[in-house]
Every structure is written in structure tokens, then in C-alpha cells.
């Protein structure tokens, strides 16, 4: 069974390359799921994945990238009936 998570990243999350950053490192990982930008100015995204490529996602996401400055990474489990194929980027909500 993969482990489902829902991400709110906050801080200086937008104009630094985060969705890139976040969809290479997915994809390194073997994750599936999506990553958005928020209107809020967070970034979001949920992941999918063995309980250890989740984990270091959500390590990884509290760095970001070289010109991030994260505040917070807060995770929700969500248990989807779905799951996402493949890591995308969708439209900002």
C-alpha cells in the first residue's frame, strides 16, 4: 500500500523554481502525484509513494530549492480511492 500525503509548503515558496524543483526531485523518488502553486502564495502538492520516498520528500520540501526560504512544510495523510499516475504540474487554484 502507498503512503498518500497532501503538502502545504509556505515561506518563499513561488518565483524560486519550486514545482521544478519539486517534480525532478518526485520523479527521483519514484513518487507520482502533482504539485501546484496556491493563490495564497504557498506551493501544494500531493505525493504518493513507499512510506521511505515520502519521508525524504517531505525532508527534501523543508530545503527546496537554492533560493527558497521554507517556513513550514505541513502534511495531511489523504487516502484516495485514485491514485495519480506519474508526477505532474497542475494549474495555480
Known amino acids: 500500500m502507498a503512503l498518500q500525503a497532501r503538502l502545504t509548503i509556505t515561506g518563499r515558496v513561488q518565483g524560486v523554481g519550486y514545482r521544478d524543483w519539486m517534480m525532478r ?4 523518488l519514484g513518487l507520482t502525484g502533482w504539485v501546484r502553486n496556491r493563490l495564497d502564495g504557498a506551493v501544494e ?13 517531505i525532508e527534501a520540501c523543508g530545503r ?30
Open 45 to 57: 502538492a500531493l505525493v504518493v509513494g513507499d512510506d521511505t520516498a515520502v519521508g525524504q520528500m
Open 25 to 28: 526531485t518526485a520523479r527521483q
Open 64 to 93: 527546496g530549492p537554492r533560493m527558497a526560504h521554507v517556513d513550514a512544510v505541513d502534511v495531511e495523510p489523504v487516502d484516495l480511492d485514485i491514485l495519480p499516475d506519474g508526477f505532474t504540474q497542475l494549474p495555480t487554484t
